[in-house]
């Protein structure tokens, strides 16, 4: 069964500090994953897409690794800001249909 | 501002009632995706439009039906409303199938009473 965990669910931390989000997944056979980011009550937005190919990806702070041996992807976020309090949301798609498979989300506090 | 919008942004409704929602993509874009996210729950995948044709199935009621139509705009019914129904529905669209980047709207909020 394709699925995609996330952990961990919620995470609290302390303005400037680096934290990592990890995302495990069994979705066969494989042909992209991306990260999003949503604000409470808004609209999930991409920060980003990598396909098997690909094992690292950076977006400002936010850096993405993926293991395509392991299925195991990671999100870095680096000197963190407190806009960057929201729920962070692994989503990986299948060669063999349409469909995203979509992992429940890491909540992110960042504290002052 | 993603270039998606939907409307209403809320609705307040009875229960057994039926409401619609409607959503325009970005210009260009071919596909329409519904997502319902219920009160501090992952987002669920409902129903992908692609060119005016329905292309992917998820956890989609039978209650609920949607359609896009041929300038792209997409509605999606909700009928015999329960309490349970309540939460965002949000809409999202692409350039292409599968491997495309999908911009989501603003979201419905929808309440039922």
């Known amino acids: 069964k394709n699925q995609v965990e996330q952990s961990p669910q919620s995470l609290i931390i302390l303005e400037g500090k680096n934290c990592t989000l990890q995302?495990?997944?069994?979705?066969?056979?494989?042909?992209?994953l991306r990260w999003y980011k949503q604000d409470t009550g808004r609209g999930p937005v991409s920060l980003t897409i990598m396909t098997f190919s690909e094992n690292t990806k950076s977006n400002g702070r936010y850096t993405a690794t993926l293991d395509a041996d392991t299925k195991q992807s990671s999100l870095h976020i680096t000197a963190s800001q407190l806009s960057d309090s929201a729920s962070y949301i692994c989503?990986?798609?299948?060669?063999?249909?349409?469909?995203?498979?979509w992992g429940a989300g890491t909540k992110l506090i960042i504290k002052p | 501002d993603s270039g998606v919008t939907q409307t209403p942004k809320h609705l307040i409704t009875a229960t057994g009632q039926r409401v619609t929602l409607r959503c325009s993509p970005r210009?260009?874009?071919?596909?329409v995706y519904w997502y319902q996210q219920s009160l501090d729950q992952g987002l669920q995948f409902l129903i992908q439009?692609?060119?005016?044709?329905?292309?992917a199935k998820g956890n989609i009621l039978e209650r609920f039906s949607a359609q896009q139509f041929p300038d792209l705009h997409s509605e999606l019914n909700l009928s015999s409303l329960e309490l349970g129904d309540s939460a965002l529905y949000f809409c999202a669209s692409s350039a292409r199938d599968r491997v495309a980047e999908q911009y989501f709207g603003p979201g419905t909020r929808l309440t039922v009473t």
């Open positions: 989503v990986v798609s299948a060669n063999s249909n349409y469909q995203l498979i």
């Open positions: 995302c495990n997944y069994t979705v066969s056979p494989f042909s992209n």
């Open positions: 210009s260009g874009d071919l596909s």
């Open positions: 439009y692609y060119n005016g044709e329905e292309r």
